[in-house]
């Protein structure tokens, strides 16, 4: 079965940290892009962080020196390591398989105190 699956969102509070994982299963892992990105209520999806086949990283702006993404292509997993967490960063968060446009169910966060 080809599908992608997001874990590691919750309740933080601001300044916290999380860690989401997005396994996948069913498809060719280490020779495509990955990313995440984010749906907050009332918005758009947008577009948060990138990773290539090489570990080039491409970050959207508000997120520079705050969140980190990294592959592990032996475990086909990508990861989003998110600190200095803050409200605006609430939100629904996917993963996305650019190779197969392929998105997974998403995990929430929500940063509040």
């Known amino acids: 079965q080809v599908q992608l699956v997001e874990s590691g969102g919750g309740l933080v509070q601001p300044g916290g940290s999380l860690r989401l994982s997005c396994a996948a299963s069913?498809?060719?892992?280490?020779?495509?892009?990955m990313g995440w990105y984010r749906q907050a209520p009332g918005k758009q999806r947008e577009f948060v962080v990138s990773?290539?086949?090489?570990?080039?990283?491409i970050y959207e702006d508000s997120v520079k020196g705050r969140f980190t993404i990294s592959r592990d292509n032996a475990k086909s997993t990508v990861y989003l390591q998110m600190n200095s967490l803050k409200p605006e960063d609430t939100a629904v968060y996917y993963c996305?398989?650019?190779?197969?446009?392929?998105w997974g169910q998403g995990t929430q966060v929500t940063v509040s105190s």
């Open positions: 990773i290539g086949t090489t570990g080039t990283t």
């Open positions: 069913g498809m060719i892992f280490s020779g495509y892009s």
């Open positions: 996305r398989h650019f190779g197969l446009n392929l």
